[in-house]
């Protein structure tokens, strides 16, 4: 009996990782990375079938998306590209396509992640029965909540990163108002990401920069750029502090996305990982519970692969 392999892809603002899954399992010598500038999603796929399966064609396909997505179309956020599935279930051969967000690809994954694969930042008991979240902050910013079902996981679509970003401090506010002068708008993707990391030192110093320079300029241990991180590790306990009561994950809270492993090893010294548990925790009245939540970085950087593989067979 031949094994029905299926086409996964989790395609971002800056790359696109695409893979062959067989009954929910990423057969990962087939995984391929491919940069998204100057190209279209069509030449990336007949690139990597062309490689990778020349000889057979994919029973289905599941693809993941940093975009939102609407019936059958996903529209990617930080890139011009509209994705349609039945298009790509032509182009593939493939019988059928899913879409979904690259964050609820994120969810599915959880439960095939290993311990290795996670770097722990606060810690609590975990129940595994209960509810998790997951929240990414690469090129953009978003969260996804999810649920246990007998099936697996449900983990219902959402755009967080559109939401309006919150500031409770002096350096927080001046934040916003710089988005709001600068943007015309102050969404919590604007400041908790690659590009808003960038918009936060702005907004701190009057001064460009790339993500990168900041960040090698915080390993030189220069005080702006250090400045700079704190502020953004001081509004993202915050945020997912908010998002911790809304959704009372008490299977634990994840971290994913190339920002946020960048932000890692910051997040482990005792000096910023007080700054982040401070503004996750200030809850006033109910602070309290904020100790129930463990958070831990994901650090497989091709987690949504796998999550695409459980879906697509979950289905």
Request: glycine content about 10%; hydrophobic content about 45%; overall charge negative.
């Amino acid at each position: 009996m031949t094994t029905e392999l299926s086409l996964v892809a989790d395609i971002g603002g800056t790359n696109t990782r695409l893979a062959l899954a067989a009954a929910g399992v990423v057969l990962h010598d087939t995984v391929r990375r491919f940069q998204n500038e100057g190209r279209q999603l069509n030449d990336i796929l007949d690139e990597y079938l062309a490689e990778c399966c020349p000889d057979t064609k994919p029973h289905s396909a599941c693809f993941a998306l940093a975009g939102p997505i609407s019936g059958d179309t996903g529209r990617m956020t930080n890139l011009a590209w509209t994705i349609h599935a039945p298009e790509i279930a032509t182009r593939t051969s493939a019988n059928r396509c899913i879409l979904i967000n690259d964050l609820q690809a994120q969810g599915y994954a959880l439960p095939a992640l290993a311990p290795d694969q996670l770097t722990p930042v606060l810690s609590a008991e975990r129940d595994i029965r209960a509810p998790r979240l997951v929240v990414g902050l690469g090129t953009g910013y978003n969260a996804a909540f999810v649920l246990p079902i007998e099936s697996g996981v449900l983990v219902p679509a959402a755009e967080a990163g559109h939401a309006s970003l919150p500031a409770h401090t002096a350096d927080g506010r001046k934040v916003v108002d710089w988005l709001l002068a600068n943007l015309g708008q102050a969404q919590v993707e604007d400041a908790l990401s690659g590009t808003g990391f960038a918009h936060i030192h702005a907004a701190l110093h009057g001064e460009k920069a790339t993500p990168p320079a900041l960040l090698a300029r915080c390993e030189d241990g220069e005080a702006k750029a250090l400045k700079t991180l704190e502020v953004a590790i001081e509004l993202l306990g915050g945020v997912v502090g908010d998002l911790a009561l809304i959704f009372l994950p008490r299977g634990g809270i994840y971290l994913t996305g190339g920002f946020g492993q960048a932000l890692t090893p910051w997040l482990r010294q005792p000096h910023l990982q007080t700054v982040f548990h401070d503004a996750f925790a200030a809850k006033g009245k109910i602070s309290a519970i904020m100790q129930d939540f463990a958070l831990s970085v994901i650090g497989d950087d091709f987690a949504a692969l796998e999550g695409c593989a459980l879906r697509v067979a979950q289905n």
